[in-house]
């Protein structure tokens, strides 16, 4: 297991840029990428999954779906960022592509990580 592995918000969110549909592309700047995956990070501290500090581990982690979806939506929605459920799962999978790339998903599932 890579100790080493950072997640960099920025270059998450280019990643998501470059694979998400060309809709979402003219309906979402680059900084708004960044606010909804700040966001998604923001539950996941929330809901004692990762923070600052410490590892990620033990991935898959029971994590609502719907619930972190309405969480990044209604957030989101307080900075006129208006997302629906479909836009936020393009998004994820989209990141998905980047967790892959640094070696924070693999076969196994979540490797440990740093934010």
Same mark, same amino acid.
């Given at each position: 297991?890579?100790?080493?592995?950072?997640?960099?918000?920025?270059?998450?969110?280019?990643?998501?840029?470059?694979?998400?549909?060309?809709?979402?592309?003219?309906? %979402?700047?680059?900084? #708004? &990428?960044?606010?909804? =995956?700040?966001? !998604?990070?923001? @539950?996941?501290?929330? /809901? +004692? *999954?990762? $923070?600052?500090?410490?590892?990620?581990?033990?991935?898959?982690?029971?994590?609502?779906?719907?619930?972190?979806?309405?969480?990044?939506?209604?957030?989101?929605?307080?900075?006129?960022?208006? %997302?629906?459920?479909? #836009? &936020?799962?393009?998004? =994820?999978?989209? !990141?998905?592509? @980047?967790?892959?790339? /640094? +070696? *924070?998903? $693999?076969?196994?599932?979540?490797?440990?990580?740093?934010?």
């Amino acid at each position: 297991m890579n100790n080493d592995i950072e997640y960099i918000v920025e270059d998450a969110a280019r990643i998501v840029i470059d694979n998400i549909s060309l809709e979402l592309k003219l309906k %979402l700047s680059f900084e #708004d &990428i960044i606010k909804v =995956l700040d966001t !998604e990070f923001d @539950y996941q501290q929330q /809901i +004692g *999954l990762t $923070d600052d500090s410490v590892e990620l581990c033990g991935y898959p982690h029971p994590v609502n779906e719907d619930a972190m979806q309405e969480y990044i939506i209604s957030e989101c929605a307080k900075v006129s960022i208006h %997302l629906t459920q479909n #836009d &936020i799962e393009e998004i =994820l999978e989209a !990141e998905a592509i @980047y967790l892959e790339k /640094i +070696g *924070l998903i $693999d076969d196994e599932g979540m490797q440990s990580f740093h934010n």
